[in-house]
């Protein structure tokens, strides 16, 4: 059975970093985009980064492009979303997901999603 799984959310300062890890259980993650989402409280899931499938490019909100970075480690089966620089905004509930296929902004494009990990950032 494929399961994605995301980790590495947490309680943070505004101006901290944490770096959140996403892998796939079954299945390699190369060869997927790995995209990456949020949903904060009362608001919509939204886009936030994508990870092309072989690693050598990525996309990002503009809202984060300066502060957040998407990398793999194909080595451990791994999709990493660095956020730096977090302000209180950013608070959500963050979200991986794959789609064997080109980049896609559109979260019903993707197959795989993960259970989501808590991102709280105090002011």
């Known amino acids: 059975q494929v399961r994605v799984i995301e980790s590495g959310g947490g309680l943070v300062q505004a101006g901290d970093s944490l770096r959140l890890s996403c892998t796939m259980s079954?299945?390699?993650?190369?060869?997927?985009?790995v995209g990456w989402f949020r949903r904060a409280p009362g608001k919509e899931r939204e886009y936030i980064a994508i990870a092309s499938p072989s690693g050598r490019s990525a996309s990002y909100v503009d809202f984060v492009k300066d502060r957040f970075s998407v990398f793999r480690d194909n080595a451990k089966n791994t999709v990493y979303l660095q956020m730096n620089s977090l302000k209180s905004e950013d608070t959500a509930v963050y979200y991986c997901?794959?789609?064997?296929?080109?980049?896609?902004?559109?979260?019903?494009?993707?197959?795989?999603w993960g259970q989501g990990t808590q991102v709280t950032v105090s002011s």
């Open positions: 997901a794959a789609r064997a296929g080109a980049a896609s902004y559109l979260a019903s494009s993707y197959d795989y």
């Open positions: 079954g299945r390699a993650l190369t060869g997927y985009t």
